[in-house]
């Protein structure tokens, strides 16, 4: 992997179980990144414009930070982590207590130029 053509960007605290994440980062895997932004943009998923926030900062580390051109950006890599559970109580009957589990997630969207040749090589 060549450092000097790829561009990262995270975020650690997503509100939503890497489960149902995982589903919507990996349709935009191998995609133009233009391809990527407008599949999110017309997604129906709730977290889709967190992903496309995160999607947009990774464009930007590649152009204003690796000076690489966006016409020829492509998502590499997205992938997705656990972080924390927020743990909360939910009354029931007869004075007990039932357990809720918030989960959060981390995200993490890797872009890569790439040329005509190597595009077609994968």
Do not use: C, H, Y
């Not at 233009?34 to 997604?43: P, T």
């Amino acid at each position: 992997m060549n450092e000097n053509l790829t561009a990262i960007a995270k975020d650690n605290m997503v509100r939503i179980s890497p489960t149902k994440l995982t589903i919507l980062v990996n349709g935009i895997v191998n995609m133009k990144v233009s391809s990527a932004i407008n599949q999110l943009k017309f997604s129906s998923k709730r977290v889709s414009g967190t992903i496309l926030k995160v999607l947009n900062a990774a464009v930007a580390n590649a152009e204003n930070n690796k000076q690489l051109d966006i016409d020829k950006l492509f998502v590499k890599e997205a992938f997705v982590g656990k972080s924390l559970r927020m743990k909360r109580w939910r009354p029931r009957a007869k004075g007990r207590a039932a357990s809720i589990i918030k989960p959060f997630s981390k995200v993490t969207i890797v872009v890569e130029e790439r040329t005509e040749i190597n595009k077609e090589n994968k």
